[in-house]
């Protein structure tokens, strides 16, 4: 009776150990690689939490075969080298098929050079918009496995030219932050508008995290510039402004995506913004939009939806945890493969949230085509994991972004064709 009562206290005990263990093993982990701190870490917080609510929306929904995708995230101080080690963890040890992030170029590049590509493991930036990334996968250095749910600064720097010039800023002077993003906008940005008649009086890059950016705002000034055009992410954007204005420049500025951001306006002063105008990457509305915009909030913590890089890395998110179910595995391989198909044209519209995902999951079982439409609009990468989409032209009031009109990629396209004949 005691041989028996030792055998079966035994054996609960490693069934009770084996559940637990069971349930961990089912679990599929994704790596993410955000920049949590340094001059991104506002894109990088609302970024993670995007990631999570799409994953928490399908979860609900019922996973992968009732699996549940976890996430495991990393900060990359917004630093490269910070970036590339911990996308080297994620990969190396934690074995994981899918890295999201980061979200700016200086951080996405070196991990998909170093880790990712060589690995052949899927990454998927929700806000790298570098010209780079399309060159490396023209170049046959991704391996196929980058996509970004953001378009290109190619595009983005002859919306913003375009916009400039509608504006009346005819005489511009260009800081940018001195890194691969950077370097592109501006350099797209300038061959754009100096061919539709603009002026560039300076161009002077700047290094990030600097206590002061005095003397780069003064060599800016050389040339009497009516406007600047600042190319920077919140916290050093914010020290450069106010170094501009109390310096002498023109309260009238020219912003990229990244600084439709509610602190870099506090920190500035809305009083000094008024003549401040901006280009982001735009959306096309959807049903995803309506949810995302209604239940953001909420879930992040106080997050507004229309803080940079939110609603992408939503869609980030849900296109990586469609593609796992679609792969059936947590297989890099079979994850990279399935991207396209939940994306491709003709498949059944899946929109974001519990009971979009809960259909899409039916049809996935069922061999049906589905066609993920995203909180940022439709989305279809091509042979370099990027996609095409509006842009949104905004400018700041009153201490408030307020959208004043869209260019649509076809738009952006014509004046490209234009300027370059």
Excluded at 19 to 41: F, H, K, R, W, Y
Excluded at 68 to 77: A, E, G, I
Excluded at 312 to 330: C, E, F, N, P, W
């Amino acid at each position: 009776m005691r041989n028996l009562l030792l055998t079966t206290t035994l054996l609960s005990a490693l069934g009770a150990m084996a559940l637990p263990a069971s349930a961990q093993n089912c679990d599929i982990t994704v790596g993410l690689v955000m920049e949590l701190t340094g001059p991104a870490g506002a894109y990088g917080q609302a970024g993670a939490k995007s990631v999570e609510m799409a994953f928490r929306d399908f979860n609900d929904a019922g996973g992968v075969d009732g699996c549940k995708l976890v996430t495991d995230t990393r900060d990359s101080q917004s630093q490269g080298n910070v970036a590339v080690d911990q996308a080297t963890q994620l990969v190396n040890i934690k074995k994981v098929p899918v890295v999201i992030g980061g979200i700016i170029s200086s951080v996405s590049i070196p991990i998909l050079t170093s880790v990712t590509a060589p690995a052949g493991v899927v990454q998927v930036s929700p806000a790298s918009s570098s010209p780079t990334l399309t060159a490396l996968g023209r170049e046959g250095k991704t391996n196929g496995v980058f996509f970004r749910t953001i378009t290109s600064d190619a595009l983005q720097g002859t919306a913003a030219a375009k916009y400039a010039i509608d504006q009346g800023l005819k005489k511009l002077a260009v800081i940018h932050v001195n890194n691969d993003f950077g370097v592109n906008m501006a350099r797209e940005f300038s061959a754009a508008y100096e061919k539709l008649g603009g002026t560039i009086t300076s161009t002077t890059p700047y290094n990030e995290k600097q206590a002061s950016y005095s003397a780069e705002a003064s060599a800016a000034m050389a040339g009497e510039p009516e406007a600047l055009y600042l190319v920077s992410y919140p916290v050093d954007g914010a020290t450069i402004a106010r170094a501009w204005i109390s310096g002498g420049g023109a309260a009238k500025f020219l912003l990229n995506d990244g600084m439709n951001a509610s602190e870099f306006i506090d920190a500035v002063g809305a009083q000094y913004l008024n003549d401040a105008y901006g280009t982001s990457s735009g959306t096309s509305k959807t049903a995803s939009t309506d949810y995302f915009y209604g239940n953001y909030e909420a879930f992040s913590g106080g997050i507004k939806p229309d803080a940079p890089a939110a609603d992408r890395s939503y869609d980030a998110g849900a296109i990586v945890a469609l593609a796992i179910a679609k792969a059936g595995k947590a297989d890099a391989a079979a994850i990279k493969a399935a991207i396209p198909e939940v994306t491709s044209a003709g498949g059944e519209p899946i929109y974001a949230g519990k009971e979009e995902f809960a259909k899409a999951l039916a049809l996935i079982k069922e061999g049906k085509p589905i066609k993920y439409e995203g909180v940022i609009g439709p989305i279809s990468f091509d042979q370099y994991g990027d996609i095409t989409g509006p842009f949104r032209l905004w400018r700041i009031q009153n201490g408030e972004v307020t959208t004043v009109g869209e260019m649509s990629a076809e738009e952006v396209e014509k004046v490209k064709s234009e300027i370059s004949k």
